[in-house]
C-alpha cells in the first residue's frame, strides 16, 4: 500500500526558512517524478517544484526560484523542499505529489500539472507572517 506523509510546515515570520518533508513507503521515489504543488485560500492549486525521476533534473516555479531548493535522499526514499527567504505569499498547504513515468533521456524535466499525480499526501500548512 502507498503512503505519502508530508512534514515540516508551520509559522514562519518573513525572511525566514523552512524545510518541507516529503517520505514514501510502499514504492521506490526513484521510479516516479515527484512534484510539491501548494494551494493558498480561495486559489487553484499550483505547482512549485518537481525533480524527475530520471536524473534528479529539477524544476520550480517563478516565483520561488533561487530561495526554494528541491532534492531527493534515496536511502530515505524522500523528496526535500528547502524553503529560504519566506514570504507573506508563499503562504498555503502544501501538497507532495509522487507520479509513475517510464524511463526518460537524460534531458527530461518534469511536469507541474496536478492532475497527471496519482498519489498524494495530506498536505502541510506554511504560514508566512509576522
Known amino acids: 500500500q502507498v503512503q505519502v506523509v508530508e512534514s515540516g510546515g508551520g509559522l514562519v515570520q518573513p525572511g525566514g526558512s523552512l524545510r518541507l518533508s516529503c517520505a514514501a513507503s510502499?514504492?521506490?521515489?526513484?521510479?516516479?517524478?515527484i512534484s510539491w504543488f501548494r494551494q493558498a485560500p480561495g486559489k487553484e492549486r499550483e505547482g512549485v517544484s518537481c525533480?524527475?525521476?530520471?536524473?534528479?533534473?529539477?524544476t520550480y516555479t517563478e516565483s520561488v526560484k533561487g530561495r526554494f531548493t528541491i532534492s531527493k535522499d534515496r536511502a530515505e526514499n524522500t523528496v526535500y523542499l528547502q524553503m529560504r527567504t519566506l514570504k507573506v505569499e508563499d503562504t498555503g498547504v502544501y501538497y507532495c505529489?509522487?507520479?509513475?513515468?517510464?524511463?526518460?533521456?537524460?534531458?527530461?524535466?518534469?511536469?507541474?500539472?496536478?492532475?497527471?499525480?496519482?498519489?498524494w499526501g495530506q498536505g502541510t500548512q506554511v504560514t508566512v507572517s509576522s
Open positions: 510502499g514504492l521506490s521515489l526513484d521510479d516516479y517524478d
Open positions: 525533480i524527475s525521476r530520471d536524473y534528479g533534473n529539477t
Open positions: 505529489g509522487v507520479r509513475f513515468v517510464h524511463p526518460r533521456p537524460g534531458d527530461a524535466t518534469c511536469l507541474m500539472a496536478w492532475q497527471l499525480y496519482r498519489y
